[in-house]
């Protein structure tokens, strides 16, 4: 039976490896939904190729330019606009939602996929972070399956034992014998030159990711390893798992994708090469396997497989991160939302490569305002639209001096 599939985040990095594994398997997968911010003439060719049902741009005017386009064509495919629109699709009825827009701006959508009872594939991580508990609370009020797309998640799960993959967001890992987590990552590209030269880094050159190729925001996030902070807090979500079960561990050649290690002593690992195809194609398809499209791994071309720990003064938006996800989903909503502040400023060239620590801690020290209730979808949004506005304004006020 052909499945119904619905890609949020159609033209980004994560969509465009998406739509590759969904056209290594046409006879097992029908792309039924699309949707994107603004990229109209991406999101059209998509609508073309995979003869789209429904599509939705965030972008109105962008949305009115697709809609004239898709009507002179004569294709069949109905166009939604605005927030509501994204949410409108993310939430009709689909046999497995890929959540893959980038930032808070995907929160929404992905609980409205959940609210539909869908499987949803996670890349999204930050509306995890955000949300945590409200986030598997409302995917079991709908019987909703979660799939980790982020790698390193869909490694772990792939090395825990099936009962926990079953049991996402609320899995017992000391019953299953799982003494800890090894989340692995990179380090970026700065994780050799000398600190006091971080100071003097470009966005242009943060942008260059020695091992993954990805979306700008997510690339950035790679190289202060605050995107190794998140994926902490995402991990403990997902496997329900206490800080001290997880350990994070540098590995620059990013074949390792994450370990599981048990009391017995044994260590499961998943590994293969750095391309998003794999946990894609493992979420689409769990529990079977299919074609992704990736060349297999040649362990007689690995030189060497290498694993550090971390040195937080190299990455204080690493310990930023880790603290936040202990101290709790205030905090976690106030991390995201400042850092992404905080990496657009440095984007745009309006703060220095240190600064997007600095405008983090700034606004991690403001604190959570009392009374937050962290299971309302309210209360978190109104926090993460606080910090992001205090976030910039720090950005603008160190911007000045950068
Ligand atoms: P990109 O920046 O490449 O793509 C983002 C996508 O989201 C685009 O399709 C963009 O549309 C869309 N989008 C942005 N804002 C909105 C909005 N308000 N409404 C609707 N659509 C919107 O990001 P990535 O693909 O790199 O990352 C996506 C997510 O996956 C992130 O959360 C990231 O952390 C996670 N992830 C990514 C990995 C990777 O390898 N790239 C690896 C693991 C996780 P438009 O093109 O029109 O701007
Ligand atoms: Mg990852």
Not at 26 to 49: G, M
């Amino acid at each position: 039976m052909t499945e119904r599939i619905c890609l949020l985040g159609a033209t980004g990095s994560i969509g465009t490896s998406a739509l590759q594994v969904l056209r290594c398997n046409p006879e097992r997968y029908r792309l039924a939904s699309v949707c994107a911010l603004r990229q109209a003439d991406k999101l059209f060719d998509i609508i073309k190729e995979f003869k789209v049902e429904q599509a939705a741009l965030f972008d109105v005017k962008a949305a009115a330019q697709l809609r004239a386009k898709v009507k002179s064509a004569g294709l069949k495919c109905g166009i939604l606009e605005g927030e509501s629109g994204v949410c409108q699709l993310a939430g009709a009825s689909h046999d497995f939602t890929i959540a893959a827009i980038v930032g808070a701006a995907g929160l929404k959508s992905a609980l409205a996929a959940l609210q539909s009872g869908a499987r949803v594939g996670l890349a999204n991580k930050e509306a995890l972070v955000m949300t945590g508990q409200l986030f598997f609370k409302t995917a079991q009020e709908h019987q909703a399956a979660v799939l980790p797309i982020d790698s390193e998640h869909s490694a772990i799960f792939q090395s825990l034992p099936e009962s926990c993959q079953r049991t996402v967001g609320r899995c017992a890992l000391k019953a299953h014998g799982v003494e800890k987590i090894l989340l692995t990552g990179s380090g970026g590209p700065f994780r050799t030159r000398p600190l006091e030269e971080l100071a003097l880094v470009q966005a242009e050159e943060a942008l260059q990711h020695p091992v993954w190729s990805m979306g700008p925001k997510i690339t950035i996030d790679s190289a202060t390893m605050m995107n190794k902070g998140l994926e902490f807090i995402e991990a403990r979500f997902l496997f329900n798992a206490g800080a001290e079960d997880i350990e994070i561990v540098i590995h620059p050649q990013s074949v390792v994708h994450s370990m599981v290690a048990y009391k017995d002593g044994a260590v499961l690992a998943q590994l293969g090469r750095p391309d998003m195809k794999t946990p894609i194609a493992r979420a689409l398809a769990y529990p079977e396997r299919i074609a992704a499209g990736v060349e297999p791994l040649d362990f007689t071309k690995l030189e060497q497989l290498t694993f550090f720990k971390p040195d937080f003064k190299r990455y204080p938006c690493l310990k930023l991160a880790i603290e936040a996800g202990c101290a709790g989903q205030g905090e976690c909503v106030i991390l995201n939302a400042a850092n992404e502040a905080a990496v657009e400023a440095f984007l745009k060239g309006r703060i220095g490569y240190p600064d997007i620590a600095r405008v983090v801690e700034t606004e991690l020290n403001r604190g959570v305002p009392p009374g937050f209730n962290p299971h309302s979808l309210e209360d978190i949004l109104a926090l993460d639209a606080r910090a992001r506005r205090q976030a910039a304004a720090t950005a603008a006020s160190l911007g000045e001096r950068h």
